[in-house]
């Protein structure tokens, strides 16, 4: 069985492990001749979401350009074109949601063990659990 990873989504928080993530994505994109897609969900409380002018800041969205334009300027040294996107909300859901979504053609999730969150699980983070619980596509958890 071949499986093509063509599309491959990484979401990125600025932490550590989701650079370890990045680093794999770039490493398997390599190998498979794809792309990225690198994904800042920033997360907000439930009631600020559905706000018609958002929640983001300009601070908020200054790190969160920052992150993406450092992970593209990584991935492009390798030769590989990463497409960066931001987005207010839940960050495990919207993760989960932007993989499952077929107009995006996500192949594979590459996301790392534990983020920023503060929230903490015995063994996974709890944006990544989540999202290899409810993605439809496969996911490599990275430590």
Do not use: C, W
């Not at 979401?49 to 300009?58: T, V």
Request: proline content about 3%; cysteine-free; charged content about 25%.
């Amino acid at each position: 069985m071949t499986v093509k990873t063509k599309k491959i989504l990484v979401p990125l928080d600025g932490s550590k492990n989701s650079i370890r993530g990045l680093d794999m994505a770039i490493h398997i994109a390599r190998q498979s001749h794809g792309i990225i897609t690198a994904l800042s969900v920033k997360s907000v409380p439930g009631i600020y979401a559905i706000h018609p002018l958002g929640f983001l800041d300009f601070n908020s969205m200054s790190e969160i350009k920052k992150t993406l334009d450092e992970a593209k300027v990584r991935a492009a040294k390798k030769g590989i074109q990463l497409t960066g996107k931001a987005i207010a909300g839940d960050p495990g859901f919207d993760i989960a949601k932007f993989a499952n979504n077929k107009k995006n053609g996500i192949d594979l999730v590459v996301i790392g063990a534990r983020g920023r969150s503060s929230a903490k699980e015995l063994f996974l983070g709890s944006v990544s659990n989540y999202v290899l619980h409810k993605s439809k596509k496969p996911v490599l958890i990275v430590k």
